[in-house]
Antibody, heavy 127, light 109 residues
Framework: EVQLLESGGGLVQPGGSLRLSCAAS????????MTWVRQAPGKGLEYVSS??????????????YYADSVKGRFTISRDNSKNTLFLQMNSLRAEDTALYYC??????????????WGQGALVTVSS | QSALTQEVSVSGTVGQKVTLSCIGT????????VGWYQQISHGSPKTVML??SRPSGIPDRFSGSKSGTIASLTISGLQPEDEADYYC???????????FGGGTKLTVL
């Protein structure tokens, strides 16, 4: 069974930084795009960022995408040797307070779908 | 305001058929398949539909369809355990981001 385990959440002051990690197991991490989705308290799901897979042969791929609300402040990255996805979050704001989910992205019939989800990492931005 | 429009709430009785809708545009729902995600009591989302295909382990009472820029999730034979929040999502080729609906709260009476 696919497993995704987020870590690195916590309480941080406005303007501070935090780095989330998502440890993946039970699937070939290298071959999948990955995504971060967040959920503010009492709110719906909100897209944060995604990163495509990187070809182990050519080294190509790895395109990244960001929601406008985090562009320029958050950076998504991955370490395929450690089967881990990261989200570096800088210049944090109160509105970034949320549960951050890591999800695997499955390409099926020409469309990318998050299919497996982690349990989430809570980020609280407050003074 | 969410890029995809869903009903705020839907209710039905046990055994009834209910349909949840997800309205988008030609750059998202009209162009790509739509995923549906179930969230029970604020737990982690669970994927219940990938376009019109059910992931392994999802009961066959769940079905997905799409017509133009409207996607639908139908639950035939509603069960108490289906009570949850349901979100639709797909990629938007104009915005180059994933978009979500605001979610539908499904209540089983």
């Amino acid at each position: 069974e696919v497993q995704l385990l987020e870590s690195g959440g916590g309480l941080v002051q406005p303007g501070g930084s935090l780095r989330l990690s998502c440890a993946a197991s039970q699937f070939s991490f290298t071959n999948y795009a990955m995504t971060w989705v967040r959920q503010a308290p009492g709110k719906g799901l909100e897209y944060v960022s995604s990163m495509e897979s990187v070809s182990s042969i050519t080294g190509s791929g790895g395109d990244t995408y960001y929601a406008d609300s985090v562009k320029g402040r958050f950076t998504i990255s991955r370490d395929n040797s450690k089967n881990t996805l990261f989200l570096q979050m800088n210049s944090l704001r109160a509105e970034d307070t949320a549960l951050y989910y890591c999800a695997r992205v499955l390409r099926y019939s020409g469309t990318d779908y998050p299919d497996y989800w982690g349990q989430g990492a809570l980020v609280t931005v407050s003074s | 305001q969410s890029a995809l429009t869903q009903e705020v709430s839907v209710s039905g009785t046990v055994g009834q058929k209910v349909t949840l809708s997800c309205i988008g545009t030609s750059s998202n729902v009209g162009r790509f398949g739509v995923g549906w995600y179930q969230q029970i009591s604020h737990g982690s989302p669970k994927t219940v539909m990938l376009g019109n295909s059910r992931p392994s382990g999802i009961p066959d009472r769940f079905s997905g369809s799409k017509s133009g820029t409207i996607a639908s999730l139908t639950i035939s034979g509603l069960q108490p355990e289906d009570e949850a929040d349901y979100y639709c999502s797909t990629w938007d080729s104009s915005l180059d981001v994933r978009v979500f609906g605001g979610g539908t709260k499904l209540t089983v009476l």
